[in-house]
């Protein structure tokens, strides 16, 4: 491993135009401008916040912008046409990549994270809400560093078309889930789903397919 660079002068700053400060300074100012319209009740909100965020997106379509949404590294977003995202929703992208396709639906509290990673979910796919996707996870390999200190690992969830996951279900990194697949309600999805199967459970299994008389979990 390769020993500490130089360190910087004691006591001296960061200066102005360096990009981390930048940075920073564009996170809050991101941070600012969608807690000034993600209160706004009624259609009225929802006009107000997609005129006034649409612009922050690297794409964004006619979009549903609940209330109570937390959205961070936008730029870093592509969102389809009718997308729709629940109240209370945490979404981000810091160093990564979101790509949702047209009418993919996020109910209340769900959690998406593609910061240092890729999330990308087909259209016409419904997350339910408390839902947890994460595309990167904490690296622990070190026992001398603290986990919180250790960085990520990047990886990324692919989620094809036609997808319904179930409440308050977490699928981990580096997962990919077929076209048509169901997960059930609660389950943890840490390997790959097969297209039209329906899984559940700790991990997750399949127990079904559709179209074999099973109803959907």
Known sequence: ?????????????????????????????????????????????LLLRLAAWRWLFARC???????GLTLMGCRNMELGNGVRLGRGSFVTAN????????????????????D?????????TAIGPGTVIRAANHRFERQDLPIM?????????????????????VITPDVRIGRGAVVGAGAVVTRNVAPFSIVGGVPARL???????????
């Not at 660079?5 to 300074?25: F, Q």
């Not at 991101?30 to 909100?45: D, K, N, Q, R, S």
């Not at 200190?149 to 179930?166: A, F, T």
């Open 149 to 169: 200190r250790q960085g990520h690992q990047p990886g990324q969830v692919i989620i094809e078309e036609d997808v319904w996951i179930g409440a308050n279900c």
């Open 1 to 45: 491993m390769a020993g500490p660079g130089p360190s910087a002068p004691a006591g001296r700053a960061d200066s102005p135009g360096t990009p981390g400060r930048r940075a920073r300074l564009g996170a809050a100012l991101e941070e600012l401008w969608i807690a000034l319209f993600a209160w706004v009740p009624t259609p009225v909100g």
């Open 61 to 67: 379509g006619s979009v549903r912008f609940g209330t």
């Open 95 to 114: 160093d990564g990549r979101l790509v949702l396709g047209d009418n993919v639906a996020l109910s209340p509290c769900a959690h998406l994270g593609a």
């Open 116 to 124: 240092a990673g890729r999330i990308e979910i087909g259209a016409h």
């Open 207 to 217: 127990i079904g397919r559709r179209g074999q008389g099973m109803s959907a979990v």
